[in-house]
């Protein structure tokens, strides 16, 4: 299995950027703990990051085939890119929105997001453990994923008798 991490405007920031909303850890200390993570439970993981949406477009559709889930922080992208939203929607994957802050406890604009219709879900506000979660969030809908293709591997030879 494979997780592929993309993370948007300003995240290659963390640590110095504006501190008292996003915390002193860097991103790249944050991968450091993903990777533990994943190794552990036997998953491939890549980051990515980038401040321009169009390669982030281009990054969520290569993970079409070669991908099982995406952890994404679309960051300011998050509410204003319809881009991003048809492109998540486009490869069919499971996909978890992360936010370090609590965006729905910031200013307006930044309450709503465009993404979260067509993820699995948000975690929002808990600072980079968040993305800790995710990962947690991920292992089980893999888990998931393989319980329901084992049961219909299993019911598909009852069917054929």
């Known amino acids: 299995?494979?997780?592929?991490?993309?993370?948007?405007?300003n995240i290659n920031m963390l640590g110095t950027r504006e501190t008292s909303v996003y915390g002193s850890m860097k991103m790249e200390d944050i991968h450091a703990q993903m990777k533990v993570v994943a190794e552990q439970n036997g998953v491939d993981i890549e980051f990515f990051q980038t401040n321009f949406e169009g390669e982030i477009v281009d990054k969520i559709q290569e993970c079409f085939g070669d991908s099982d889930g995406i952890i994404i922080n679309p960051a300011a992208y998050t509410h204003t890119s319809i881009a991003i939203?048809?492109?998540?929607?486009?490869?069919?994957?499971p996909v978890i929105e992360v936010h370090i802050?609590?965006?729905?406890?910031?200013?307006?604009?930044?309450?709503?997001?465009?993404?979260?219709?067509?993820?699995?879900?948000?975690?929002i506000g808990f600072g980079p453990v968040g993305y800790h979660l995710a990962m947690i969030a991920m292992l089980q809908i893999f888990e998931q994923i393989k319980a329901v293709r084992a049961a219909r591997e299993k019911a598909a030879?009852?069917?054929?008798?």
């Open 1 to 9: 299995m494979k997780i592929v991490v993309i993370q948007g405007p």
């Open 85 to 93: 939203r048809d492109a998540i929607a486009a490869v069919n994957l």
């Open 157 to 161: 030879p009852a069917a054929n008798e």
């Open 101 to 123: 802050s609590n965006i729905a406890r910031r200013e307006e604009f930044r309450q709503k997001s465009l993404i979260s219709a067509v993820t699995a879900g948000q975690i």
